[in-house]
């Protein structure tokens, strides 16, 4: 009795690796289809452009987004520098080598 039930638990647990392996594969392969898809198109933000060209809708950059992303890098290059200036008071008052 204790065999056939561990016969049917190996079973099962075989049949769900093979289902487990088996959806890996497909999502794998369909991400795969999308990735390749993408490249074919220049990117996603091309693809992107290309359907709502072709549905009539006009595309033009943001202007704000390419705004926020200097901002994002003036503020990292304001932070290094602050960053910069504490690391020297430290050195200076002999609390880091």
């Known amino acids: 009795m204790f065999r056939e039930y561990v016969n049917l638990v190996n079973e099962n647990v075989d049949e769900g690796i093979n289902r487990g392996i088996q959806m890996f594969l497909e ?10 898809i993408y490249e074919e198109f220049g990117g996603i ?3 992107l452009k290309q359907i709502f060209v072709e ?23 304001a932070f290094d520098e602050k960053l910069d200036n504490i690391l020297e008071q430290l050195k200076k008052e002999g609390i880091v080598d």
Do not use: C, H, R, W
């Open 45 to 47: 933000e091309s693809a």
């Open 27 to 36: 999502t794998l392969n369909q991400d795969l289809v999308t990735e390749e």
């Open 55 to 77: 549905n009539g809708l006009e595309v033009t950059e943001d202007l704000a987004a390419n705004q926020e992303v200097e901002n994002l890098e003036e503020t990292d290059e």
